[in-house]
């Protein structure tokens, strides 16, 4: 019997008190249920019951917004926790973090292979969702992105740039390329984000982008993510061209 279905068993059957926050991740109690008749949903429910009882908060729902770069919310009864990959999620500090940060309450420490399995249980108590046509880590990221395109001058021409700007937006191949590096100082300057460039990286990515290397004789080699076309137009956004000159922003 796996894991979760011994976690989904445990809680079908268990009339007594909740597991003690001091005791050890419990997941083999007994019973007869058939999980095969238990509804999607309500196993789901179930487990996010479980993990509670052995969190010491409240976990209403888990949800994973499904899609190139997978994100993940925690919903607490009076508040909501994202993940931004499935690595946070699994990772017992990160999760230590953000439930104290957000509910003021610390969780105890779980020792190595404790935490594995909870971990495990909360993907699989995970529900999944599209978002629509796009999650809202994407609604996000193309939002950001188009912010910064708009209002953001673009090169004619990497060579010869000052270094303030050869990481400004620029169109190659008809395409526009732009600098992870760039986009993510403009979104913690304007909208008082404090977003790392690895995160910025990830949303070009969910949004489609391809990561290139651009080589030139007067500026050093650098990263660009192209963006698809039909997403963002060059002819859609200013193209207000930087000067070369010694008074360029």
Request: charged share 25%; proline share 3%.
């Amino acid at each position: 019997m796996s894991a979760t279905d011994q976690f989904v068993e445990a809680i079908a059957t268990t009339t007594g008190p909740v597991t003690p926050l001091g005791a050890p991740v419990a997941l083999g109690a007994g019973g007869s249920t058939d999980n095969a008749t238990l509804d999607p949903t309500a196993a789901k429910a179930l487990l996010c019951e479980r993990i509670s009882s052995v969190l010491g908060v409240r976990i209403c729902r888990l949800v994973k917004f499904a899609g190139k770069e997978p994100t993940y919310h925690m919903e607490l009864e009076e508040t909501k926790i994202e993940f931004l990959s499935v690595r946070k999620l699994m990772s017992q500090s990160a999760v230590r973090e953000e439930i104290a940060a957000s509910t003021g309450k610390i969780i105890r420490k779980f020792k190595g292979k404790d935490w594995d399995e909870l971990a495990q249980t909360m993907l699989d108590a995970c529900v999944i969702e599209q978002g629509g046509e796009e999650n809202e880590w994407e609604v996000g990221a193309r939002m950001y992105v188009a912010h910064y395109l708009a209002e953001t001058g673009f090169l004619d021409t990497l060579e010869g740039q000052q270094v303030q700007n050869l990481r400004k937006p620029i169109v190659l191949d008809g395409k526009v390329a732009i600098s992870a590096s760039d986009l993510q100082m403009y979104v913690n300057k304007t909208m008082l984000q404090t977003l790392s460039v690895k995160v910025a990286a990830s949303m070009l990515g969910a949004l489609g982008g391809k990561s290139i290397r651009v080589r030139g004789q007067k500026f050093k080699e650098q990263s660009r993510w192209v963006l698809p076309l039909d997403q963002f137009d060059p002819a859609e956004y200013s193209r207000k061209t930087e000067e070369h000159t010694s008074d360029a922003i």
